[in-house]
């Protein structure tokens, strides 16, 4: 989302990320399912990064991550 104006501006999928390394990430518990909506910080990132070919720029946007079941 832009910091601007709040638009979504794109999407990007972490088809090869397992649930229980997102739960790590984002500090969840092994039974929490995340299927509400992070907030994406510093601290996630360069994990994140190694799954999207599209840079990660913090200063510039807002990025949320939300899980869904296959």
Known sequence: MSKEDDRLLGEAVLGSIRLSDLQMLFQESADNLMVDCY????????????????????????????????
């Open 39 to 70: 907030p994406v910080s510093v601290a996630q990132v360069d994990r994140l990064q190694r799954e999207i070919a599209e840079p990660i720029d913090l200063s510039a946007y807002d990025y949320y991550l939300e899980c869904d079941a296959v």
